[in-house]
């Protein structure tokens, strides 16, 4: 499994992950609550947890390409949500060994 995780500064994180999950949910399983949102796509999962400044973002993916799939797909998205101010910074870092997305799973 590849994991992938960006820190985007935004004051809107919250009105990001309620639009971005409800516009998905038409297509995906999501699960939105007010900690956090989770997309799960064919062969991955975006978690999406808004804070009062930035917005996290952790990707969940069977293989590299996939990976960076996602993270154009979520990127993408959330640029035209947030279109007074994108693009939106996205530096994304590979997930530490020891660090894990205990409570997202692959779809089956």
């Known amino acids: 499994m590849i994991e992938t995780t ?12 309620t639009q971005l999950c409800k516009h998905w949910a038409h297509k995906l399983k999501v699960e939105l609550t007010e900690e956090r949102g989770v ?9 999406l947890t808004p804070g009062e400044q930035a917005l996290k973002v952790q990707i969940l993916a ?13 990127a993408r998205h959330l ?12 530096i994304w870092q590979a ?3 020891n660090d894990h997305l205990h409570e997202a799973h692959l779809p089956a």
């Open 79 to 90: 640029d035209r949500f947030a279109f007074r101010e994108a693009p939106l910074a996205f």
């Open 62 to 74: 069977n293989d590299q390409p996939t990976a960076e799939k996602l993270q154009n797909v979520v």
């Open 95 to 97: 997930a530490h060994p």
């Open 39 to 47: 997309v799960c796509f064919e062969n991955g999962v975006a978690m």
């Open 6 to 17: 960006a820190t985007v500064p935004t004051a809107n994180a919250q009105r990001y992950v």
